[in-house]
């Protein structure tokens, strides 16, 4: 396993619940991604944070709330989910923004919206 | 935008048999890097190989191998001996400098691989 860890591994949630998911690196990285993972599509980043600062959010709908406490940390908040939201949601870190081109990545959330 | 494009969804290999996965890709930049990532059933994605497209040498690792054809704005994934364990889904990425200090890296939609005893 890679020092990236995620929890919860699987999530099941109604579509009015508010939940969160958890990711916490060791590696000492400065950079944090949260990626939508669908069935036929290609990763698609959502959030990405550097030094605990939001960089980059790639038109992700509100009801997707990211927050990072820190440097090893980084959250996800959902809230009011739609079935289309069901995927595996992956986290991955690199060593800082300008130097991603190895990104760590987590073993997932799979999350099922019903 | 960058786009990847992995055009084979599925395929399959014998055991101790070489397969090669396909990636093309879109870009008008010079500088960029490419990467394969290994995604195992129910199994954290980890990276394979990387190549700077600066360099003219195909990149190697044991029994990875990539065929980078930079004018044909190819890069495809050589495994050679095929083992049980590189049953997997197989994603081909491009990373490009987006301005303001960042990289974007660019997903293709993977090629599942099954490798068959």
């Known amino acids: 396993e890679t020092g990236v860890t995620q929890t919860p591994r699987h999530l099941v949630m109604g579509m009015t619940n508010k939940k969160s998911l958890k990711c916490e690196q060791h590696l000492g990285h400065n950079a944090m991604y949260w990626y939508k993972q669908s069935a036929k599509k290609p990763l698609e980043l959502m959030f990405v944070?550097?030094?605990?600062?939001?960089?980059e959010n790639n038109s992700v709908p509100s009801r997707f709330s990211p927050e990072c406490p820190n440097s090893s940390h980084l959250f996800l908040h959902l809230h009011t989910l739609q079935p289309e939201d069901s995927a595996l949601y992956l986290c991955?870190?690199?060593?800082?923004?300008?130097?991603?081109?190895?990104?760590?990545f987590g073993p997932g959330t799979r999350l099922t919206v019903t | 935008a960058q786009t990847v494009t992995q055009s084979q969804p599925e395929m399959s290999v014998q055991e101790a048999e070489t397969v090669t996965l396909s990636c093309t890709y879109d870009?008008?930049?010079?500088?960029?890097?490419l990467f394969w990532y290994k995604q195992p059933p129910s199994r954290q994605m980890i990276l394979v190989i990387r190549?700077?497209?600066?360099?003219?040498q195909n990149a190697t690792e044991n029994r990875f191998s990539v065929n980078f054809q930079k004018a044909a704005k190819s890069f495809s994934l050589k495994i050679s001996d095929s083992q049980l364990g590189d049953t997997a889904m197989y994603f081909c990425a491009f990373l490009q400098y987006s301005g303001a200090g960042s990289y974007q890296l660019t997903f293709g939609k993977g090629t599942k691989l099954s490798v068959i005893p």
């Open positions: 944070y550097n030094f605990k600062e939001q960089t």
């Open positions: 870009t008008s930049e010079s500088n960029y890097y």
């Open positions: 190549q700077e497209a600066y360099k003219q």
């Open positions: 991955a870190s690199s060593q800082d923004r300008t130097n991603s081109y190895e990104q760590y």
